[in-house]
């Protein structure tokens, strides 16, 4: 992955900034996840089910406060990401909330120098595989942390949403564009008016692509679903259609905004 170092490098410090902004943020409400308050949705709950007494392993895990939060329901968590500044956080929550909690700072396709056990569950959501360019590479490592008989679970922005333009008036990029794309980031999805700035480079995955890098590295699909919402106001022009269920104005039922995949490793495998 030599080649990408100066698009990691430049996204990695765009994410420092993130953090730095998201942590005070009302969007994620801290205050709010430390007196108990979920940070997981429903679409993830319901599909991965009861984590009691299990193993997670959650990739770009941010602050930490989904790894927390399956903390909290029962499971053993190790969340990584590249943010020295988001892993600082996640491990000062975890001292307060959840001593049990691991969390380790390294690029998630560094994961083999960092990790080597494997888990029942490897889990990872909401804005993830744009920031990876090669997915047959990642689905490999992520396949090969998950225990026989576990499972992979993700859920994630629905690739027709990285077709426009941030305001959803027109159509930009190809449904399954091939090259980098390099964005301004001006401002963050929690607080349009930070005052932060740099540049970001991401890569579009269609459905097919993750489907089958996750079938190749040998998991078995088990569910994939299309969500007609966001459990997440991070657009523009986004309107609550109902309760915590946010759409884009204008755009309301004709697009998917998230999609989930729950793939299992073989009791053999
Ligand atoms: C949109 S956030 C994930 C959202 C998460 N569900 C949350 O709690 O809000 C994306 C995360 O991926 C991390 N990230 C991006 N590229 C990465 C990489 N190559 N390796 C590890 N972490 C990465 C960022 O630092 C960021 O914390």
Request: net charge negative; glycine share 8%.
């Amino acid at each position: 992955m030599s080649n990408y170092s100066d698009f990691f490098a430049a996204n990695k410090t765009g994410w420092n900034k993130r953090t730095a902004v998201h942590k005070d943020s009302a969007f994620y409400d801290l205050e709010g996840f430390r007196a108990g308050k979920p940070a997981l949705n429903s679409i993830e709950l319901d599909e991965v089910g009861d984590v009691t007494g299990k193993s997670l392993l959650h990739l770009q895990c941010h602050f930490g406060m989904d790894t927390l939060d399956w903390a909290r329901r029962g499971a053993k968590v190790t969340g990584l990401d590249f943010s020295e500044n988001a892993i600082a956080i996640a491990n000062n929550l975890a001292a307060e909330l959840s001593p049990d909690a691991r969390f380790v700072c390294a690029n998630v396709y560094d994961l083999n120098q960092h990790i080597t056990e494997s888990f029942d569950i490897v889990f990872c959501s909401y804005g993830v595989v744009g920031w990876l360019p090669d997915l047959k590479k990642w689905a490999q490592l992520v396949a090969a942390k998950v225990k026989p008989g576990g499972f992979f679970y993700l859920a994630e922005f629905h690739p027709v949403v990285w077709m426009f333009d941030d305001n959803f008036e027109k159509i930009i990029y190809a449904y399954d564009d091939q090259g980098v794309i390099e964005t301004e980031l001006s401002g963050t999805y929690a607080d349009r008016d930070a005052p932060i700035s740099g540049k970001e480079y991401g890569w579009n995955h269609s459905l097919s692509e993750v489907i089958n890098a996750l079938i190749e590295a040998g998991l078995e699909l088990t569910s994939l679903n299309e969500w007609m919402y966001s459990p997440h106001p991070c657009f523009n022009k986004v309107v609550e259609v109902s309760k915590g269920k946010w759409q884009i104005e204008g755009l309301e039922g004709k697009i998917p905004l998230v999609y989930s995949i729950k793939a299992g490793k073989p009791v053999n495998g």
